[in-house]
C-alpha cells in the first residue's frame, strides 16, 4: 500500500481528504505545521486518533516568521502588496512536506486544496468558488506528479456533507479568509510591526492637496474604504503610493482613467507548461474573472504581460496567473504597471 503525507490543519478541508484517501487505498500520514504561537492543534490531533493514522506536529515559527512573516512586512514597507498565502505554500508548506516526505516514509504527499493534477498538468477544481490554483501557481513542476489533491473534484457543500457523514468535529468549521498570523486587525497589525509616518494624501487628476494619510503601508491600490477624506459625492480610490516622498494619490470616480492600464511585468516567473504559451488568459486577484493576455517573454525570468482590455486596480505584489481554460501554465509576481508602453509613474 502506497503511503501519503497529508498536511493536516485541523480544518474540514484536510481532515476529509483523510476519508477520501483512505477509500483510494493509501495510508496515510498526517503532518501539522506549527507556524504560528499561539496556533491550536487539537482538532487535527483528534481527527487523527479518530482515524487512527499516524500523526507528527512539527513546529517550524522560525522559518515561517523569516519566510513569510518577515517578507510580508518588508513588502507593505516597499510599496507592495504581497500575497502570503502563494509564499506560504511555495517556500512553507509544500516545502516541508516534501523535505519530510522520505523521513516518514511516504510515496506522495497530499493536503485539502481545491485543485485537481492529472497527469503532471494543474488544473482548476471543480468548485469554481473554491478553486485554488492562484495560490498554487509556483509549485514546482517536476514535484506535480507526486502531488495529491483528494477533495480537487468536490464542492465546499460536499465536502461538509462528508464530514458531517463521519461526525468531523470540524465538519462545520468555518473557512478562514483572513491572512493566518493576523490576530488583531490590519491596521492594528501595521501599526505594531512597521513603523508610519503620517503624508500628503494628493489628488491626482488635480495634483492638490486633499488630505493626510496615516502612513502608506495602510493602503493599497484599489482601496476606497478608510481613507476619511470627504467632500465628493463619487467614490474615492488609491491609485498609487509614492514611497520616496510619502505620498498617497488618490482618483475620484469608478472609472477614472488613472485606475487602468494595459500591461504589466512579472517577476520570479513559474512555468507549469511545457511550452512558452504565447496567448492565454489571467488572473490578477483570487476569484477575478480570467480576461485575455499576450505574453512576451523577457530574461531574468521575467514576462511582459499585455492585456487585450485595459485592466483597473493592477497591484505590484500581486501574483499573476496563467490559464489554458482549467489548465493552470503558471505565473509570477507583478513587479511593474504599464500603460502606452511605459511605466505608470505613480504606482
Known amino acids: 500500500m502506497k503511503r501519503v ?9 484536510s481532515s476529509t481528504a ?10 496515510v500520514v498526517g503532518l501539522t505545521f506549527k507556524f504560528i ?11 487523527a486518533k479518530k482515524f487512527s493514522i499516524e500523526h507528527h506536529v512539527l513546529d ?41 516526505m522520505e523521513k516518514y516514509n511516504c510515496d506522495y504527499i497530499a493536503t485539502g486544496h481545491y485543485a485537481i493534477i492529472d497527469n503532471e498538468t494543474l488544473y482548476k477544481g471543480k468548485d469554481i468558488n473554491k478553486d485554488q490554483t492562484y495560490f498554487l501557481y509556483d509549485l514546482p513542476k517536476e514535484k506535480l506528479n507526486k502531488i495529491l489533491f483528494p ?8 465536502t461538509r456533507s462528508i464530514a458531517k457523514e463521519y461526525g468531523l468535529v470540524n465538519a462545520n468549521k468555518k473557512d478562514s479568509f483572513d491572512v493566518c498570523f493576523i490576530k488583531t486587525t490590519f491596521t492594528d497589525y501595521i501599526t505594531a ?35 476619511n477624506i470627504g467632500g465628493t459625492d463619487e467614490r474615492m480610490f488609491v491609485v498609487g503610493k509614492d514611497i520616496k516622498n510619502n505620498i498617497l494619490y488618490t ?65 505590484p505584489g500581486q501574483a499573476c496567473v496563467f490559464y489554458d481554460n482549467e489548465q493552470c501554465l503558471g505565473g509570477g509576481i507583478i513587479e511593474e504597471v504599464r500603460l502606452n508602453n511605459k511605466k505608470i509613474w505613480y504606482v
Do not use: W
Not at 19 to 27: A, F, N, P, T, W
Not at 37 to 47: G, N
Open 151 to 158: 477533495l480537487g473534484n468536490m464542492t465546499k457543500e460536499e
Open 37 to 47: 504561537e499561539d496556533y491550536d492543534p487539537t482538532d487535527a490531533i483528534e481527527t
Open 251 to 315: 482618483c475620484i470616480g469608478e472609472d477614472n482613467e488613472y485606475l487602468y492600464s494595459d500591461s504589466c511585468i512579472i517577476n520570479n516567473y513559474n512555468s507549469l507548461s511545457n511550452n512558452n504559451i504565447t496567448k492565454c488568459t489571467a488572473k490578477f486577484r483570487y476569484r477575478q474573472k480570467d480576461v485575455e493576455v499576450e505574453l512576451e517573454y523577457l530574461d531574468n525570468a521575467k514576462v511582459l504581460v499585455k492585456f487585450k482590455d485595459k485592466q483597473k486596480r493592477i497591484t
Open 193 to 227: 510591526n512597521l513603523k508610519q509616518e503620517k503624508g500628503k494624501v494628493i489628488d491626482i487628476d488635480t495634483q492638490e492637496v486633499i488630505g493626510t494619510h496615516n502612513g502608506l503601508g495602510y493602503y493599497t491600490i484599489g482601496q476606497r474604504r478608510g481613507l
Open 18 to 27: 483523510i476519508i477520501l484517501l483512505q477509500k483510494m487505498r493509501y495510508e
Open 60 to 100: 517550524y515559527q522560525e522559518e515561517f516568521k523569516k519566510e513569510v512573516i518577515e517578507r510580508f512586512l518588508n513588502d507593505y514597507k516597499n510599496g507592495l502588496t504581497p500575497n502570503p498565502c502563494s509564499i506560504c505554500n511555495k517556500k512553507c508548506k509544500f516545502k516541508y512536506l516534501f523535505d519530510n
Open 5 to 13: 503525507l497529508l498536511g493536516m490543519s485541523g480544518g474540514v478541508d
